[in-house]
């Protein structure tokens, strides 16, 4: 199974991310009180979704950072494990179609994830819970929604593609009974050492090769950072002691990339040296022309509503082709017509969580979007005042979308604002590789 990103974003960019937890737990059992913050993004691996009826693990606070922790002693590894179907029956739980591989991811300090298959895990069983049976919370979907308990798992048996175990409930929990639709399993940690036999060929994938979500992590952390800021084309100051940043939409994409996406950044510039050699850098309308021209990312499986995208292999970028698609540390332009006659050349931001759906409006379909950029004005939900100089925040634009999901207009501040459309020449959103091949549940 691969990794699955959850969404879970402070509207307000302050909350920061969380440790490795499902997008339930998050959702449901915190409600951010940080200041303005009323959401909190997970940037780490998540597993299995809707776990939020169990209480949350503690540390589910800030994130780790998006590089790799060196530190292996004592690795500790929680697994998930899903199914298209399912059913509990007595002690009997079965999976079947279990999916054939499945994630296991460290417990901290360790930032470390990789994929091992089912009948591998059922291998290892032993060695990883040698003294004890683990414990696992069970999440299934129930008219739209989803439940879950939390119970003991012991003697895993796999005939095909049917898995098997024998459970018991939690003090306090209660078991279904029947089937279960798209049922997930998080499982407690292993040995400490972390130790099994028949894992040779699992492969170990850095959190850190999550290049989206490094974006995501340097521009929250900036956001977090700001002591004083401005919305200025030059010139342009970047003062990580002070907490100073003075700059333009493009300038602050640029600066991000160059921290933590260099090389995602370079052909960006070839791009903007190519087609635009009176500009210095990268502006708005080269990060649209370039993210237009690049090949959709692919959705190569739905589970529920989860979407497991294909993998972008190296420092490439892929089109997000459409707006549901998108995820927190995607980078997202558009430009203006010639005609419009605007100061400047489009806008260009970092998605900072999921576009949530919202309705519809003159023919299409409008979407809230938490965003963190550098502008002129405040959005909605800012933390720059609307009296302000502008600069860098966090704050929420409206898109709206055609028939094919495309993102084709926007409002600025307000649900209920102006629609701008006409005027721009097209919306574009680009995502940054490396990435494994991942799941995202919006």
């Known amino acids: 199974m691969p ?69 292996t002693d004592q690795v500790t590894w929680l697994i ?26 460290s417990d901290r300090p360790t930032r470390k994830a990789r994929e091992i298959s089912v009948d591998e895990l059922v291998a290892a069983w032993d060695g990883y819970f040698a003294d004890s049976e ?72 850095a959190i850190g090769e999550f290049r989206t979500l490094a974006i995501y992590d340097e521009a929250d952390r900036i956001v977090r950072n700001t002591k004083e800021t401005s919305y200025t084309h030059s010139p342009m100051t970047f003062d990580e002691t002070r907490g100073v940043y003075l700059c333009d ?47 959709d990312i692919k959705v190569r499986e739905r589970i529920g509503r989860i979407k497991v995208f294909d993998a972008i292999p190296d420092a490439t970028w892929r089109q997000v082709y459409r707006l549901d698609h998108a995820m927190p540390g995607d980078v997202i332009a558009y430009k203006w017509k010639s005609s419009a006659d605007k100061p400047d050349t489009g806008h260009v931001m970092i998605i900072a969580d999921s576009p949530e759906r919202l309705g519809t409006r003159d023919g299409m379909t409008q979407y809230r979007v938490p965003l963190i950029d550098s502008a002129i004005s405040a959005h909605d939900n800012d933390t720059r005042s609307k009296d302000s100089s502008g600069g860098v925040g966090h704050g929420e634009m409206y898109f709206l979308t055609d028939k094919d ?9 307000s649900l209920t604002g102006t629609v701008t459309r006409s005027p721009i020449e097209g919306i574009a959103i680009g995502r940054a590789g490396p990435t494994p ?6």
């Open 3 to 71: 990794p699955v990103m959850r969404r879970n974003v402070g509207r307000k960019g302050r909350a920061g991310m969380a440790q490795p937890c499902s997008r339930g737990l998050r959702e449901d059992a915190v409600r951010l009180k940080n200041g303005a913050a009323r959401r909190g993004i997970t940037s780490a691996l998540a597993v299995v979704s809707a776990l939020a009826i169990l209480a949350v693990p503690s540390g589910c606070g800030r994130p780790p950072s998006a590089t790799t922790d060196t530190r």
């Open 80 to 105: 998930g494990v899903s199914a298209q179907a399912g059913s509990l029956n007595g002690a009997t739980l079965e999976f079947s179609p279990v999916h054939a591989v499945c994630l296991e991811f």
């Open 134 to 205: 683990p414990n696992a919370a069970l999440a299934w979907e129930v008219d739209g929604g989803r439940k879950g308990t939390a119970i003991e798992l012991s003697g895993p048996v796999l005939e095909g593609d049917t898995l098997r175990f024998i459970v018991s409930a939690l003090p306090g929990q209660t078991l279904p009974t029947g089937d279960l639709v798209n049922p997930e399993l998080l499982i407690d940690g292993t040995a400490a050492d972390g130790t099994a036999p028949g894992l040779a060929s699992s492969t170990t994938t």
């Open 249 to 295: 939409c493009s300038g602050l994409v640029d600066y991000v990339l160059g921290r933590v996406a260099a090389d995602n950044l370079a052909p960006v510039i070839d791009h903007a040296r190519s087609a635009h050699p009176e500009e210095a850098r990268p502006r708005a309308w080269d990060y649209y022309e370039y993210f237009a021209a690049q090949q």
């Open 405 to 413: 999901g495309r993102p084709v207009a926007f409002q600025w501040r």
């Open 437 to 442: 091949p991942m799941m995202w549940k919006p």
